[in-house]
Antibody
Framework: QITLEESGPTLVKSTQTLTLTCAFS??????????VGWIRQPPGKALEWLAL???????RYSPPLRNRLTITRDTSKNQVVLTMTNMDPVDTATYYC??????????????WGQGTVVTVSS | DIVMTQSPDSLTVSLGERATINCKSS????????????LAWYQQKPRQPPKLLIY???TRESGVPDRFSGSGSGTDFTLTISSLQAEDVAVYYC?????????FGQGTKVEVK
């Protein structure tokens, strides 16, 4: 059974750096075709794709946020970490991590964490 | 970047009736190398994470009721709920995974009349 759980601060101040951790189980991030992505959702708004890290350590980012985002993995701890610099109140959102596997769902996100709410104060 | 546009933004349907949601991409999501459309549909209920319903535009995820179906190819796609149930009240999103960034549509809210 695949599970993912996000963790991190619930409140950050403007200009600070946010660090979120996605702890997962039930799969290996070194298996061909597997990836973990980050998606956020501001209150009452749509989903926004942020970043994705693949089994081969390839990393992809949302172009508007590329300069502020870093995604890394720790395969020994089964964790994926997302850092976002220079936080602003508009970054207030629920942040989700999600699993994808080409063999199981073709690359769509088939298992999601419950999300973690991040509020940015000015 | 590929832009995903859903219509309508909201939909009110009577129980047992059909609900149809459209999704249009700014470029084709069809890959001739594997004859697949890189398009997924998700359902999100209040205070819950999204749930994958459909991938490859028309393949139902395991455990998803067969009243949910996906169709379309290229740039135009449809999610159909054949007989709306009370538990289907949610926001539905399309997403492409043809390349990155793997953008989502703006969502369609489905309510019961």
């Amino acid at each position: 059974q695949i599970t993912l759980e996000e963790s991190g601060p619930t409140l950050v101040k403007s200009t600070q750096t946010l660090t979120l951790t996605c702890a997962f189980s039930g799969f290996s991030l070194t298996t061909h075709g597997v990836g973990v992505g980050w998606i956020r959702q501001p209150p009452g708004k749509a989903l926004e794709w942020l970043a994705l890290i693949f089994w081969d350590n390839d990393k992809r980012y949302s172009p508007p946020l590329r300069n502020r985002l870093t995604i890394t993995r720790d395969t020994s701890k089964n964790q994926v970490v997302l850092t976002m610099t220079n936080m602003d109140p508009v970054d207030t959102a629920t942040y989700y991590c999600a699993h994808r596997s080409f063999s199981s769902s073709g690359g769509a996100f088939d298992v999601w964490g419950q999300g973690t709410v991040v509020t940015v104060s000015s | 970047d590929i832009v995903m546009t859903q219509s309508p933004d909201s939909l009110t349907v009577s129980l047992g009736e059909r609900a149809t949601i459209n999704c249009k991409s700014s470029q084709s999501l069809f890959s001739s190398s594997d004859n697949k459309n890189y398009l997924a549909w998700y359902q999100q209920k209040p205070r819950q994470p999204p749930k994958l319903l459909i991938y490859w535009a028309s393949t139902r995820e395991s455990g998803v009721p067969d009243r949910f179906s996906g169709s379309g190819s290229g740039t135009d796609f449809t999610l159909t709920i054949s007989s709306l149930q009370a538990e289907d009240v949610a926001v539905y999103y399309c997403q492409h995974y043809y390349n990155t960034p793997q953008t989502f549509g703006q969502g369609t809210k489905v309510e019961v009349k």
